[in-house]
């Protein structure tokens, strides 16, 4: 069974950081996007960042460019989204997703009907 999990959402001052996690199981990683999208409270989701199948393309929203960076362990299946200089409106539920997607350097972070695979979500809370 496909399946993605995200962890590492938690309770952060303004200013501090956190380093979220995205799991992937029963599938690897080199032949799937893996996107990061995040809902706050009455807000629609937004996409926050994405990494492509090869690795070799990333996208961020501008909210967050220079702030969150992407990484990805190929032989743990895991990506990895370390985010410093956290502000209040960072706060959301976190979520991970997976399209199935072979295109070179490519990913997307405007559409989700493009992720077949969603997780549960990891809270984000940044303190004022």
């Known amino acids: 069974q496909k399946q993605v999990a995200e962890s590492g959402g938690g309770l952060v001052q303004h200013g501090g950081s956190l380093r979220l996690a995205c799991a992937a199981t029963g599938f690897t990683l080199r032949y799937y996007a893996i996107g990061w999208f995040r809902q706050a409270p009455g807000k629609e989701r937004e996409g926050v960042s994405c990494i492509s199948s090869n690795g070799g393309g990333t996208n961020y929203a501008d909210s967050v460019k220079g702030r969150f960076t992407l990484s990805r362990d190929v032989a743990k299946n895991t990506v990895y989204l370390q985010m410093n200089s956290l502000k209040p409106e960072d706060t959301a539920v976190y979520y991970c997703?997976?399209?199935?997607?072979?295109?070179?350097?490519?990913?997307?972070?405007?559409?989700?009907?493009?992720?077949?695979?969603w997780g549960q979500g990891t809270q984000v809370t940044v303190s004022s």
């Open positions: 997703a997976a399209d199935r997607n072979d295109i070179l350097n490519f990913c997307s972070i405007t559409s989700t009907v493009r992720y077949d695979y």
